[in-house]
């Protein structure tokens, strides 16, 4: 990470907006937008599967931020994409969804696999 900055947005509704760049953030900020628009997105993380020779990203997520929001927070969140939807979470919130996939992972996926696989050896 590097040290904030300062950059400048042409905005639609309030012109060239000056603001501080987070170190942590990793897109640039195009003109056109209005100004409640400007978003800040972190380096993504995603959990990858290799399918049918094929490799597969879930579970896609980074810091995000919309510093000059209108109607939600302009807190620091974290977003995760959970099918087709990108839902924020506070850290309590990815803590409890954290635990939701450790739990269907080592409840769910893993007796799954041992069933799957004493299926396969003939078992019942």
Not at 25 to 42: E, F, K, L, Q, Y
Not at 50 to 65: P, S
Request: aromatic share 4%.
């Amino acid at each position: 990470m590097t040290a904030p900055r300062t950059v400048i947005v042409e905005t639609l509704d309030h012109g060239l907006v000056v603001l501080e760049e987070p170190s942590w953030c990793v897109v640039d900020h195009p003109a056109g937008n209005h100004r409640s628009g400007i978003r800040h997105d972190g380096v993504q993380h995603a959990a990858v599967v290799e399918v049918e020779g094929r490799r597969v990203e879930l579970l896609r997520a980074n810091l995000t931020q919309f510093p000059f929001s209108e109607s939600g927070s302009r807190d620091v969140k974290v977003v995760v994409e959970i099918d087709g939807e990108h839902p924020e979470f506070d850290p309590a919130g990815l803590s409890d969804l954290a635990q939701a996939i450790t739990a269907h992972a080592l409840y769910g996926l893993l007796p799954l696999r041992d069933r799957l696989q004493a299926l396969q050896e003939g078992g019942q």
